[in-house]
Every structure is written in C-alpha cells, then in structure tokens.
C-alpha cells in the first residue's frame, strides 16, 4: 500500500519561510492532482493548495501571494514553499495525490502523521 510522507515542518518565527515536501513510499505512476492541506485540533481540515499535471495551480486565499506549491513529476514529488508565515499557519500540514484510480489518501477520515508547522508571534 502506497503511503505519502511529508517532511519540512519546523519550528519558526512569524514572517519566517518553511518548504515543505512530499513524497509517496514507493512508485506510483502518474499523479494528477497533488495537493496540501492542513488540520488544527478540534478543526476540519483544510485545503491549502493544489497544482494539476500541467502546472495550474490555485490556493486558499488566505494564503494566497505568501504560498507557493510545485512540482517534480519525475520525483513524484509535492512541494509548499511558504513565506511570511504567521501563527494563524499553524497546523499539522498533509499532502495527498490523484492518481488514475483514486486519491491515495480516502478524502475523508484521519490521515496520519502529516508534518507538524508551528508559528511563533
């Protein structure tokens, strides 16, 4: 069973810059849609970014001009460049992707691990 591990979370203070990335365990083929999202405790998660096979990106307003998702098809790899973070950023960030017969995490349910961002004011 693919599993997708994210990595990057850190500690950092308001107005700091993390990157985040992600990768599935093992090959999986093509990706379609990857995306990131982000969960508090007691909160829904939350959709943060999204970029399709050609590169057509969107993102949660919030974080929209301070977020950047990319990339590598040939890593089958998801990144999330993020600047000018501010407390309210924190969560425990996850990734997920499409493939050509689902998404490789149920998009209901608990998702793992994630990789933990904490925003210091």
Do not use: H
Request: charged share 20%; proline share 3%; with cysteine.
């Amino acid at each position: 069973q693919v599993q997708l591990v994210e990595s990057g979370g850190d500690l950092v203070q308001a107005g700091g810059s993390l990157r985040l990335s992600c990768a599935p365990s093992k090959s999986v083929g093509s990706v379609y849609i990857m995306a990131w999202y982000r969960q508090t405790p007691g909160k829904e998660r939350e959709g943060v970014a999204t970029i399709t096979r050609r590169g057509d990106t969107s993102y949660k307003s919030s974080v929209q001009g301070r977020f950047t998702i990319s990339r590598d098809d040939a890593k089958n790899t998801v990144y999330l460049q993020m600047n000018r973070l501010q407390p309210e950023d924190t969560a425990v960030y996850y990734c997920n992707m499409q493939l050509a017969s689902d998404w490789v995490r149920p998009l209901g349910g608990s998702w793992g691990q994630g990789t933990q961002v904490t925003v210091s004011s």
